[in-house]
């Protein structure tokens, strides 16, 4: 009896030991593996493979499609993708690009997707414009959001029927007058 008693704490003891030695190994591993990917020498290496990969097996950017624009141009958007034609797909930062773009007043939303093989589709809804504000010499577009969008220019003349607005405050209160209105004169 004392024996069996003697084996199980025995069995304990080895099993404990076991289990620590695992975990330990098991975090030197995760230390030296996140070493060695701060130090850039696995990320460089797994991002050459991916490279090499995606250019055998013809997973590069080959062409950009964006949907029909009325105020910005298709080189606005390009310019963000010219680096990385003829590159692996996978390692466009589609998500950083899709930050970069909402910065731009004309753009509402924004939606990139990518087909995995070798295109980039770019989905952009723009602002619309509802009235002109007139300040300080200056035409500016603003959207029902009450944002400022752009400088009006004069020789589209889709913006020469929109409504005018000058004076202080009246870049909210356009919205609120506009809102009012029935449809028919929308």
């Known amino acids: 009896m004392i024996k069996e008693k003697l084996n199980k704490k025995k069995n304990n003891l080895n099993f404990i030991l076991k289990f620590s030695f695992v975990i330990i190994l098991t975090l030197v591993s995760f230390a030296i593996f996140n ?22 097996y013809e997973y590069t950017l080959k062409e950009l499609r964006i949907n029909s624009l009325k105020n910005i141009e298709f080189l606005q958007i390009e ?19 899709s930050k970069m773009l909402n910065q731009n007043k004309w753009i509402d939303k924004v939606t990139i997707e990518s087909n995995y093989k070798d295109i980039i589709t770019i989905t952009i809804t723009e602002s619309i414009p509802i009235g002109i504000f007139y300040n300080n010499g200056n035409y500016l577009l603003f959207s029902k959001n009450g944002e400022i969008i752009d400088f009006a220019n004069h020789k589209i003349k889709s913006y020469s029927k929109l409504i005018k607005f000058k004076g202080k405050n009246s870049l909210y209160n356009a919205n609120l007058l506009l809102e009012s209105m029935p449809l028919i004169f929308k």
Do not use: A, C, D, R
């Not at 130090?39 to 990969?53: D, P």
């Not at 310019?79 to 466009?92: A, Q, R």
């Open 35 to 56: 070493e060695l990917y701060n130090s850039h020498i696995v990320k460089k290496k797994i991002l050459s493979l991916v490279n090499k990969f995606s250019y055998n």
């Open 79 to 97: 310019k963000y993708f010219i680096e990385y034609y003829g590159k692996s797909i996978f390692l466009i930062p589609i998500q950083e690009i």
